[in-house]
């Protein structure tokens, strides 16, 4: 709604893919080409995303995403493309951190790439042309805004190997938060240590807690 740029996309009920498999199916194959991502539309850390190759692989995708949510989204590949990460702090006035970049160790960026397998590869900041960089963090802003977030969020990209175009892929709006979470790493990198990270999260939210206050108030 946004004009942000979007990987082509649908969206199944669960019950509809249970319900009529072949038409479900056949309705992917009319908009997308294989590869396919099939994800949980709510969801994190990768958990419940396949990476259906072919048609025979497709049932055990959307079965798996559909353990997880009643909404499954079904998404193009993203050939060629980087994975790029901004986190994004504030509330009525965010800001954008410098960009990371992930170099995945296993086929994309799955659960057991992130927390088991220790074979990915965190770049910071992201070795990018100075006019990608400021696209992709104002398109960060805008991702922010637009689903009116607040306080903290990381929004993820695919950026083309040329530059030549960037995607949002999207927004987490509680994203990790360990100290070797992407999350603070990049605000690290943008010259905001761990601690006073925390500060101003609190900060921000005693912020929306008094605007909250003052707009119940004045009804």
């Excluded at 057991?112 to 960060?140: C, F, G, Q």
């Excluded at 100290?179 to 990198?189: E, V």
Aim: aromatic content about 8%; charged content about 25%; proline content about 5%.
């Amino acid at each position: 709604a946004e004009g942000l740029a979007q990987l082509p996309y649908l969206v199944f009920r669960r019950g509809r893919w249970r319900q009529q498999p072949i038409k479900v199916q056949q309705e992917i194959e009319e908009v997308l080409q294989y590869p396919v991502f099939v994800k949980p539309v709510n969801l994190g850390s990768s958990v419940g995303i396949t990476k259906v190759h072919e048609p025979s692989e497709l049932k055990e995708g959307m079965d798996e995403a559909a353990n997880y949510d009643a909404k499954i989204l079904v998404e193009a590949d993203a050939a060629d493309c980087r994975e790029v990460e901004c986190a994004v702090l504030g509330n009525e006035d965010p800001q954008a951190s410098v960009l990371g970049e992930i170099v995945p160790g296993n086929e994309f960026y799955d659960y057991s790439a992130k927390y088991v397998d220790d074979n990915s590869e965190l770049i910071i900041p992201a070795a990018l042309s100075e006019r990608t960089t400021e696209h992709v963090r104002h398109m960060a802003l805008d991702a922010f805004r637009a689903v009116d977030a607040a306080g903290m969020s990381r929004v993820d990209f695919f950026v083309a190997a040329d530059e030549s175009e960037v995607y949002v892929n999207e927004i987490n709006t509680i994203p990790g938060f360990t100290p070797i979470s992407m999350y603070p790493k990049l605000w690290q990198a943008s010259g905001l240590e761990y601690g006073e990270l925390i500060d101003r999260l609190i900060q921000l939210a005693l912020e929306r807690r008094d605007d909250r206050r003052q707009n119940r108030s004045s009804l």
